[in-house]
């Protein structure tokens, strides 16, 4: 594409969401990716006729509308659909013992019984109806109806009289989440269960994870008819549908195409150099990269103020991924989803002391050879870089360090598959360095470690003109609803109000 108006460095879910909505809005729109696979760490990839996921594993809010998640209202507005696939149950491994434990109010509310009693289960139905009005504020305003210009302010008056029945609740919603289940939490197993979600989604502990994006993930989880999704054909299929919508639109993607420095004239960015010298250049830039990426694009000499603040944005930790090809042959109601912990008293933050186990071919042959399966294994952001800063790929050292660490995954899948070792017919193992590597991450990270306690995730803006930024390093923080919404408002403060308007309104939310 030549002299696009917009360029997208990265094809994250973020930037993928931003691309759609700007192609639709008429804008020539290209995007950028420095990797072989489009997605970010939604990629999919196959060997040997295994498919396998490389990053997110639990979907929701996609297939119903309306819908809160900001990714299924980008979908709507760019006429696409995904094939989903519906279930409610997860395996848990914890200290207390191996649990069925799913989404939806009944279902949990017999476990919570069988294992801390009729007191705790009377603790959680008052924590629920302490979280259920702080939901409903969360959601009051769609994502999809903030940017960084003065129309936000417009969104709020014109939603004044909804707001004002949540008026009560809107005080929780930019501290920590930790503040709310300590005011109303008292049960251990309660306390450490609430404890494993908030580091499941945000990376962090419940006294650094935003109450408003546990709140509204709680209103979806914990209702009667809830229920998860899984993407048929895997994360994949999520990312070819925003393609689809992106090239419908005019839109394009370029893989292989590793951006090395954002040109910047008279502070303004004003174009691209890539890795192999060819400059592209565009009336705004947009990150979907890491702020520490995105900082190493931009010349020394620029903005040192905001570079050296955001140069100093925490990381949380790293990953360490575990891909098997394996017999399925006398293996029935395999778990889609385990999830291990070894000890509560630890710390859920501590290193190799959760690991996410995912089987999508328990649900979705497709994504295996007939009677196989494949499992997705990872450690949630507890990985330390600093185990692996000075290892080389492919050395001795390195090849040990792997195995070692990686050893964390055989006992809790062990306890779902006993002879898993002799039905393996693919092992691939993955670390932080193999993170950064085919994620572009900055020391394999999570993302930023920003506390809620200390205020909400930086914005989209930056002090440069015309560069942009979207994902993980902004506001609305980290996974897949706010790496969503963080597109769709970049894609807002480009294209302004009326834009934006006819969305909301084509949308109806």
């Not at 490389?54 to 809010?61: A, D, F, Q, R, V």
């Not at 994006?213 to 979806?220: C, G, S, V």
């Not at 930023?448 to 200390?454: G, I, N, R, T």
């Not at 002090?463 to 769709?488: Q, R, Y």
Request: proline share 5%.
């Amino acid at each position: 594409m030549k002299n696009p108006d917009v360029i997208v460095i990265g094809s994250g879910i973020g930037g993928l969401c931003c691309a759609g909505l700007l192609a639709k809005a008429g804008k020539k729109v290209l995007i950028l990716e420095a990797h072989s696979k489009p997605g970010g760490a939604a990629h999919g990839f196959e060997k040997n006729g295994y498919k396998f996921e490389s990053g997110p594993s639990l979907w929701s809010g996609l297939g119903t509308w309306p819908t809160t998640n900001p990714l299924g209202q980008v979908l709507k507005a760019l006429n696409q659909k995904v094939d989903l696939i519906k279930y409610r149950d997860w395996n848990v491994q914890i200290p207390e013992g191996d649990y069925t434990i799913g989404v939806g109010d009944r279902r949990f509310l017999d476990q919570i019984y069988s294992i801390s009693g009729k007191k705790a289960l009377q603790e959680w139905d008052q924590f629920i109806q302490v979280i259920k009005p702080i939901g409903a504020a969360a959601n009051a305003i769609p994502l999809l109806a903030l940017n960084q210009n003065k129309d936000t302010v417009f969104q709020l008056f014109k939603r004044s009289k909804t707001l004002f029945t949540h008026l009560k609740s809107f005080k929780y919603l930019g501290g920590a989440f930790g503040n709310l289940v300590d005011d109303h939490l008292k049960d251990p197993f309660l306390i450490n269960w609430v404890e494993l979600l908030c580091f499941l989604i945000s990376g962090l502990s419940k006294n650094e994870t935003n109450a408003a994006a546990m709140a509204t993930l709680f209103d979806d989880w914990f209702k009667d008819d809830a229920y998860l999704e899984y993407p048929k054909g895997g994360s994949e299929s999520i990312v070819n549908a925003l393609l689809n919508g992106i090239y419908s639109f005019g839109g394009k993607l370029r893989l292989n195409s590793k951006v090395s420095q954002i040109i910047i004239k008279r502070n303004k960015a004003i174009g691209i150099e890539l890795q192999n010298g060819e400059k592209v250049y565009a009336d705004h830039i947009v990150s979907n990269a890491d702020i520490w990426s995105t900082l190493d694009l931009i010349p020394k000499e620029i903005s040192q103020k905001w570079r050296n603040e955001r140069s100093r944005t925490p990381k949380c930790k790293s990953f360490l991924h575990l891909h098997l090809g394996f017999n399925a042959e006398g293996l029935e109601n395999i778990p889609l989803h385990s999830i291990w912990v070894d000890d509560w008293a630890r710390g859920i933050t501590a290193e190799r002391n959760v690991v996410v186990l995912s089987i999508p071919s328990a649900l979705d042959q497709s994504m295996s050879p007939p009677n196989k399966h494949i499992l997705h294994g990872y450690t949630p952001a507890n990985e330390p870089w600093e185990k692996w800063e000075n290892l080389k790929i492919g050395t001795k050292e390195y090849e040990k360090t792997k195995e070692d660490r990686c050893s964390v995954f055989w006992k809790p899948i062990e306890r779902i598959i006993p002879d898993i070792h002799e039905r393996i017919e693919i092992k691939m193992l993955g670390t932080p360095l193999t993170h950064q590597r085919f994620l572009n991450t900055k020391n394999g990270s999570y993302g930023p470690a920003l506390s809620a306690a200390e205020g909400l995730f930086p914005g989209n803006k930056t002090p440069i003109k015309s560069l942009l930024m979207c994902g993980s390093s902004t506001f609305p923080g980290i996974g897949i609803p706010p790496v969503a919404a963080s597109g769709a408002m970049v894609a807002n403060t480009i294209l302004g109000s009326k834009f934006q308007r006819n969305l909301i309104e084509e949308l109806g939310i």
